[in-house]
């Protein structure tokens, strides 16, 4: 059974720095891409960062120069790094990876979700 075990997160306030970190658990073939969404309440689930196999990646607009995600593929784990954080930064944060677990299957798995609150 594959999983992906947040961990991180938690309370700051504006201006500050959290990291978030997720480990994906079970046997698996291929880790793709992995990264990084959010879902502030009232709001759809939006991408926040993610990273490619090879350390391609990409930032939603509103983080780019703030958020820096990164990858240990051998420890099978992605790594989201927050500095100078604004309030409208506080959502539920979720990580995501596209795994196979054979050549043949792949699919989409997601975390349990890890709170961050900025406060201003």
Same mark, same amino acid.
């Given at each position: 059974?594959?999983?992906?075990?947040?961990?991180?997160?938690?309370?700051?306030?504006?201006?500050?720095?959290?990291?978030?970190?997720?480990?994906?658990?079970?046997?698996?073939?291929?880790?793709?891409?992995?990264? =990084?969404?959010?879902?502030?309440?009232?709001?759809?689930?939006?991408?926040?960062?993610?990273?490619?196999?090879?350390?391609?990646?990409?930032?939603?607009?509103?983080?780019?120069?703030?958020?820096?995600?990164?990858?240990?593929?051998?420890?099978?784990?992605?790594?989201?790094?927050?500095?100078?954080?604004?309030?409208?930064?506080?959502?539920?944060?979720?990580?995501?990876?596209?795994?196979?677990?054979?050549?043949?299957?792949?699919?989409?798995? =997601?975390?349990?979700?890890?709170?961050?609150?900025?406060?201003?």
């Amino acid at each position: 059974q594959v999983q992906l075990v947040e961990s991180g997160g938690g309370a700051v306030q504006a201006g500050g720095s959290l990291g978030l970190s997720c480990v994906v658990s079970g046997s698996i073939f291929r880790i793709n891409v992995m990264g =990084w969404y959010r879902q502030a309440p009232g709001k759809q689930r939006e991408l926040v960062a993610r990273i490619t196999s090879t350390g391609v990646t990409n930032y939603a607009d509103s983080v780019k120069g703030r958020f820096t995600v990164s990858r240990d593929n051998a420890k099978k784990t992605v790594i989201l790094q927050m500095v100078s954080l604004k309030p409208e930064d506080t959502a539920v944060y979720y990580c995501n990876a596209d795994i196979q677990r054979t050549v043949y299957t792949r699919a989409d798995y =997601w975390g349990q979700g890890t709170q961050v609150t900025v406060s201003s």
